[in-house]
């Protein structure tokens, strides 16, 4: 109980971050994934978190674009088992070992996908913290991010949720796109000692035109400072 207390409180504060960094002129899209299925495997040193359809996890998601003209795609319960649509997520972090045993760096990368099969993807650069008993926290920056349509069509130069709710992919910015991971937060048996699966997580992300991701990381770990405080 206490666990999932934690997570809750962690989540909420992740989601008022959200919300505040809005007034941003700087931020361009958010995405805000819940109930992903986190995965360890201690060989690779790979976390990977996914979109999932199951009897423990039903994974639901919304993308928005903050400026004129804003928009939000919906993600409901258990998106990625909808029939006739490709709507998914995904991203692969590395866990490397460091001097602190409460610390590791890690790479990757993510790709979000909306239910016509356009996508935002990009690479992932940040530090994973033991945040406490079973309780694993990621901030990192955003880079190379790039909005891909499917087609040419006029549906598919727009970013659609499965649930309602899209926007122009016409930002504007050029690409790529910076950003920030607010948040990467799970429970989890151990800090990356060995294997373990299916671990609720949840992720706040913000991406960016500019440097202006260094801001909202820092933001990010005062938040995380704080709570471990």
Do not use: C, H, K
Not at 29 to 49: E, H, I, K, M, P
Not at 112 to 127: L, M, N, P, Y
Not at 135 to 151: H, K, Y
Not at 167 to 176: E, G, I, V
């Amino acid at each position: 109980m206490r666990l999932m207390n934690m997570r809750a409180t962690v989540l909420a504060a992740g989601a008022a971050l959200s919300l505040a960094a809005v007034a941003n002129a700087d931020v361009l899209v958010t995405l805000r994934y819940d109930s992903l299925a986190g995965s360890y495997n201690s060989a690779l040193q790979s976390f990977t978190a996914r979109a999932v359809d199951t009897a423990a996890l039903r994974t639901t998601g919304a993308v928005s674009r903050l400026v004129p003209t804003a928009g939000t795609a919906t993600f409901e319960a258990g998106f990625v088992a909808n029939a006739g649509n490709p709507a998914d997520f995904s991203l692969t972090v590395s866990a490397i070992p460091t001097g602190n045993p409460a610390i590791r760096t890690g790479t990757g990368a993510f790709v979000s996908t909306d239910r016509d099969g356009d996508t935002i993807s990009g690479t992932i650069s940040g530090t994973w913290r033991n945040g406490g008993p079973g309780f694993i926290f990621f901030n990192g920056t955003l880079s190379d991010v790039v909005i891909t349509p499917a087609g040419q069509t006029p549906e598919s130069m727009t970013f659609d949720g499965t649930a309602g709710g899209s926007w122009d992919l016409n930002l504007p910015a050029q690409p790529p796109y910076e950003g920030a991971i607010v948040q990467l937060v799970f429970g989890a048996p151990n800090f990356f000692f060995q294997d373990f699966s299916d671990r609720a997580t949840g992720m706040t992300a913000q991406i960016v035109p500019t440097p202006g991701a260094l801001v909202l990381l820092g933001i990010g770990g005062l938040l995380a400072g704080r709570r471990r405080r």
